[in-house]
């Protein structure tokens, strides 16, 4: 095996001062331990998802429901990898419910301060929630399901999320080709 002194030493790959709870898009991949195929089967170009892999799906469905300034965009979960477009919108407060603002009916005027999480936080949110959830139908608490990194990318423009919504659908159809493809 060849040395690799990156190993040890990880660079980030994040954007020097760059405020990832700010509102925009992100593209987020995520790959399982050892890149293991436990969240389904390609069959026919199709994803066909696993308990494990219904539990992800679920898991990442979550965000959006526990956090109201996310919403999710296109996503996919692979056999050993999930992609997945997060949207950090300019919403603050604990509640998706509108507020009462009318201040005569005991409401209140000023908004809501809930400090939004990081992308980053919020990807050790999923990890932990859904490798909680699998390993305890997997009956091993506390092995790691996940990667301990993650790969992200800022989204600037609508071209650019509309050609990674087209790759994130065709992902399935180019599973051989994938270079997490494990056979």
Not at 44 to 69: A, H
Not at 103 to 109: D, I, L, M, Q, T
Request: with cysteine.
């Amino acid at each position: 095996m060849k040395y690799n002194p990156d190993i040890h030493h990880r660079r980030s790959i994040r954007l020097r001062d760059y405020d990832y709870s700010q509102a925009g898009a992100y593209f987020v991949s995520i790959c399982t331990q050892n890149k293991e195929c436990l969240f389904g089967d390609i069959i026919n170009g199709e994803m066909k998802l696993s308990e494990m892999g219904i539990i992800v799906r679920q898991c990442w469905d979550w965000l959006s429901g526990q956090y109201e300034y996310v919403d999710l965009d296109a996503y996919i979960v692979m056999p050993n990898h999930t992609h997945g477009i997060l949207v950090i919108n300019n919403c603050r407060g604990g509640s998706r419910t509108a507020p009462n603002n009318d201040a005569r009916e005991g409401g209140s005027r000023t908004a809501p301060t809930t400090k939004r999480k990081s992308v980053g936080r919020l990807i050790g949110a999923f990890k932990t929630v859904s490798s909680k959830q699998i390993n305890q139908i997997r009956n091993s608490p506390g092995i790691p399901l996940w990667q301990r990194n993650y790969y992200e990318h800022v989204i600037r423009c609508e071209n650019e999320l509309n050609k990674i919504r087209e790759y994130i659908v065709n992902n399935p159809m180019s599973w051989e080709n994938d270079e997490n493809f494990m056979p």
